[in-house]
């Protein structure tokens, strides 16, 4: 075989790692990102053990792990502070391998230098079909062809909607969520608190700073003017640390929260789809990112066998089930902490502290957690 060649759209999280991954095992790579830089969002991201074990099969899970800490011990609250439930990071960590907490911008530097050299942003790809031995992209500098083309250019995805126009659009989750990430306080823990349609979580990052985020269930759209102080207002009677975080932070990020209706294939022609692409969730499980790089990994190492076609029928094969069901536990558990009536959340909380949730979680989480390439 001679040297292979892979256009990879979008140089987001799973757009980079495919690009290393490849291009560490001989592949001629580019990455078009229609971005003037790839910049992070300025938020944290928390990466399970299965999202790490594929960073590894990338060949950047150390170099990570590097910029991160492992999660404290956590659990939800109500909104006076009172624990529903706990949840003991150690006892999570001896299980499957530690939770760990980052920033994004270290996360996607690690990226963004690694694949350095093959990548060109500022060019947008406008469509992308696929002829029996090459795929071509085109856009505004012209045409080009490769074995594969990776799509990796994230929710609102051209390849997916060149490769699949009758794909169903995005769908909204039914609330918004904000970010933001507060300069640094002490705290004894990380964890969620839940109210009737809201919530709000944090988490403490490796430089002492804090990870916040929020959510409300509120119109698609919908802008305040002032998204600080719709925050603040929001959640001001809420226990603390909550309304402290609120007054140190500085800004806040706030983004609509959709999903992918589940596609009949990841696969056409030699143009495969990976990452939010291919199946956009609810960050309610922490599990987008994960199961990008683990899309990535399976990828990469079935081409290392198998010709293009063949390889990724298999890819399809094995990620496709895979990636939907997470789609759909993510969807069900923002529903469950979204609950808005506040006697159903009275009786939800009441119901989640009378069970063993530790070993349910454990359970639930076992399939998605234990992922090996
Ligand atoms: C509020 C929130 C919290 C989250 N928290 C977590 C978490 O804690 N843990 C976790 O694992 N996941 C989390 N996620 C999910 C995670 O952020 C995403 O799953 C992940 O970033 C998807 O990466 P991606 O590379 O597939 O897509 P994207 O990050 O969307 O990247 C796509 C890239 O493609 C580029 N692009 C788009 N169109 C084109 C085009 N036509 N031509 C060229 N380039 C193009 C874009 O500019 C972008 O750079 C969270 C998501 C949200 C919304």
């Known amino acids: 075989m001679g040297v292979r060649s892979a256009i990879v759209v979008g140089g987001g999280i799973s757009g980079l790692a495919a690009a290393i991954a490849l291009h560490g095992r001989g592949w001629q790579v580019r990455v078009l990102e229609r971005a003037p830089r790839i910049t992070d969002v300025g938020a944290g991201i928390s990466l399970w053990a299965n999202a790490l074990r594929a960073f590894d099969r990338v060949g950047v899970g150390e170099r990570i792990r590097s910029f991160a800490v492992p999660e404290m011990n956590s659990g939800i609250r ?34 963004v230098e690694a694949a350095a050299d093959l990548t060109q942003c500022g060019v947008e790809v406008l469509s992308v079909s696929s002829a029996q031995d090459r795929a071509e992209v085109r856009h505004a500098g012209g045409v080009e062809a490769a074995d594969l083309v990776i799509g990796a250019d994230g929710i609102h995805s051209a390849v997916r909607r060149a490769m699949w126009p009758q794909a169903r659009p995005p769908r909204y989750a039914g609330y918004t969520a904000w970010r933001t990430v507060v300069p640094p306080m002490s705290i004894e823990d990380a964890g969620e608190t839940w109210g009737p349609g809201m919530r709000f979580g944090y988490a403490g990052l490796p430089d002492g700073r804090v990870y916040c985020y929020a959510t409300a269930n509120l119109p698609a759209g919908e802008r305040a003017g002032d998204e600080l102080a719709e925050l603040r207002a929001r959640f001001a009677d809420w226990h603390e640390p909550i309304p402290a975080f609120l007054r140190a932070a500085n800004s806040v990020l706030r983004h609509d929260i959709y999903e992918l209706p589940d596609l009949p294939s990841f696969v056409r022609g030699r143009v495969a789809l990976v990452g939010d692409a291919a199946h956009a969730m609810t960050p309610n499980l922490g599990q987008g990112a994960g199961q ?48 808005s009536s506040p006697l159903a959340v009275a009786l939800r909380d009441r119901v989640l ?4 949730i530790e070993s349910m979680m454990i359970r639930q989480l076992r399939p998605i957690l234990d992922w090996r390439c």
Do not use: C, K, M
Not at 302 to 319: G, K, N, S
């Open 78 to 111: 109500s909104r006076d502070g009172r624990f529903i439930v706990r949840v003991d990071a150690e006892e999570l960590a001896r299980r499957f391998g530690a939770v760990v907490i980052l920033h994004r911008a270290d996360l996607l530097d690690v990226l």
């Open 353 to 356: 502290a009378a069970l063993p």
């Open 292 to 339: 990008a790089v683990e899309d990535v990994a399976t990828l990469a190492a079935l081409l290392d066998d198998d010709d293009v076609p063949e390889a990724l029928a298999r890819y399809d094969a094995l990620r496709r089930r895979h990636t939907q069901a997470v789609v759909r536990r993510s969807r069900i558990a923002g529903r469950l902490g979204q609950w």
